[in-house]
C-alpha cells in the first residue's frame, strides 16, 4: 500500500501558476509510474498529465500541453505539476494516482491506477 497527499491548490486568477505536489509513503519501496487526473464540478474525472517511475517519459492532456509539467523526485517520493498561464477552465480538484509498476518507462493507462489521493482543490478566477 502507498498514501497518497497532495498540496499546492488554492485560488490563482487566469494567466497565474500554480504548483501542486504529492507525497508518498508507506510502500514507497516499489515502483510507481505516476500521473495527475482532476475532476470539475459535476464532470468526470479527467486525465492530465502521467510520468514513468524513471521519469523520463511524459504524458499530457492536449488541454494543458504546453503549459503543465509533471515531474518527480524519487529521492524524496514526491511528483509535482508545475500549472502555468492557468484558465478558468483548469478549475478542478486534482488528484494525484500511482500505479505499480516493474517497468520504468511504463506509461499507465488512465484506468490502471491503483491508489489516489484525496485530492486538493484548484479554483482559477478570471
Known amino acids: 500500500q502507498v498514501q497518497l497527499v497532495e498540496s499546492g491548490g488554492g485560488l490563482v486568477q487566469a494567466g497565474g501558476s500554480l504548483r501542486l505536489s504529492c507525497a508518498a509513503s508507506?510502500?514507497?519501496?516499489?515502483?510507481?509510474?505516476m500521473g495527475w487526473f482532476r475532476q470539475a464540478p459535476g464532470q468526470e474525472r479527467e486525465f492530465v498529465a502521467a510520468?514513468?517511475?524513471?521519469?523520463?517519459?511524459?504524458s499530457y492532456a492536449d488541454s494543458v500541453k504546453g503549459r503543465f509539467t509533471i515531474s518527480r523526485d524519487n529521492a524524496k517520493n514526491t511528483v509535482s505539476l508545475q500549472m502555468n498561464r492557468l484558465k478558468t477552465e483548469d478549475t478542478a480538484v486534482y488528484y494525484c494516482?500511482?500505479?505499480?509498476?516493474?517497468?520504468?518507462?511504463?506509461?499507465?493507462?488512465?484506468?490502471?491506477?491503483?491508489?489516489w489521493g484525496q485530492g486538493t482543490q484548484v479554483a482559477v478566477s478570471s
Open positions: 510520468i514513468t517511475w524513471s521519469g523520463t517519459i511524459t
Open positions: 508507506g510502500r514507497t519501496s516499489r515502483n510507481y509510474a
Open positions: 494516482a500511482a500505479d505499480p509498476t516493474v517497468n520504468p518507462w511504463y506509461l499507465p493507462g488512465p484506468y490502471e491506477y491503483d491508489y
